[in-house]
């Protein structure tokens, strides 16, 4: 493991709630960005709401921000105890574009943690502990400013699990991305995760990509603006969740490499970019 690794890589069970809490001296929000997730947002909310909002106050708001969602995404995330907004009603007059990032980039003007929490709506095998886990790093160390959560990432088939054949972007396009291109960052396992937390005072310095490459860009901006020791990295057991189509995974391959090669100032063609990058949301109170 590099120096940086040895640092700065934690398990989730380093801290304890009662350690954490005692650390805490700003509100946390947890934002999940969530689009047609009726099926497994609740289930999320409410296990989280449980075990971090009311049994101990680690969470002082636990956010959804549906995305143009046509299923029964807010209601159900409302519901199971969610502040919920659709992403296109928060500052209409910035106008609202389809995407991931766009959600997590909206959540900025309708969140009050100083320390935000992003977590997946469409996860199958977790636990609670993937937040705490992700605060353990902001809540005990000033330096750090923005941490990625990594974990063993099955496959699911039918009713079976495959060990490590999960994360195919993460391990065909990101990492060896990551390697080429951005060799100081090559330490981190998960570069894509979903579950990752970020000083609120960061974020909003950052130009957030619309769409899929939001969690690449916030990592390869952090370096740039703060350096590697600002990034840290948690092991957070096993997370499932349901998989994409090929065809699918194909567009959010290409939306990556194109946020890479725009931050080594190499140009792509029209029309294969990310759909737009939100300027960083300091300069729009």
């Known amino acids: 493991m590099s120096a940086w690794g040895e640092r700065n890589t934690h398990h989730w069970d380093d801290w304890t709630l009662a350690d954490l809490m005692a650390a805490k001296r700003h ?3 947890l934002v999940v960005p969530a689009r047609n997730e009726a099926a497994t947002v609740g289930d999320v909310v409410t296990r989280v709401r449980e075990a971090l909002v009311d049994t101990v106050a680690l969470l002082d708001e636990i956010v959804v921000i549906d995305s143009d ?3 029964d995404t807010y209601e159900v995330a409302t519901d199971a105890g969610a502040v919920v907004y659709r992403a296109a009603e928060i500052r209409p007059d910035l ?6 990032g766009e959600a997590m980039w909206k959540a900025q003007f309708v ?7 992003f977590m997946d709506a469409d996860l199958l095998d977790w636990d609670t502990h993937f937040v705490p886990g992700l605060l353990g790093p902001l809540l005990t160390r000033p330096e750090v400013a923005l941490v990625k959560g990594f974990y ?9 699990a495959v060990p490590f054949e999960g994360g195919r972007v993460t391990e065909l396009v990101a990492r060896p991305l990551i390697r080429l291109l951005f060799p100081e960052l090559a330490g981190l396992h998960q570069p894509l995760a979903g579950e990752w937390a970020v000083r609120r005072e960061l974020f909003e310095q950052l130009s957030v990509p619309t769409g899929y490459a939001v969690e690449l860009a916030a990592l ?6 703060r350096g590697l020791d600002a990034v840290a990295q948690v092991d957070l057991g096993t997370r499932a969740h349901r998989h994409q189509s090929l065809r699918d995974l194909s567009g959010m391959a290409t ?3 194109a946020a890479a090669l725009a931050r080594v100032g190499t140009p792509t063609a029209a029309g294969t970019g990310p759909a737009e990058e939100r300027p960083p949301a300091v300069s729009l109170r």
Not at 152 to 160: A, K
Not at 220 to 225: E, F, H, M, Q
């Open 220 to 225: 390869v901006d952090t370096l740039r603006s």
């Open 27 to 29: 509100p946390v929000s």
């Open 111 to 117: 969140t009050a943690g100083d320390v935000i929490v």
């Open 255 to 257: 939306q990556i490499l």
């Open 69 to 71: 969602s046509t299923d």
């Open 95 to 100: 106008g609202s574009v389809p995407g991931k």
């Open 152 to 160: 063993e990432r099955p496959m699911l088939s039918g009713d079976s």
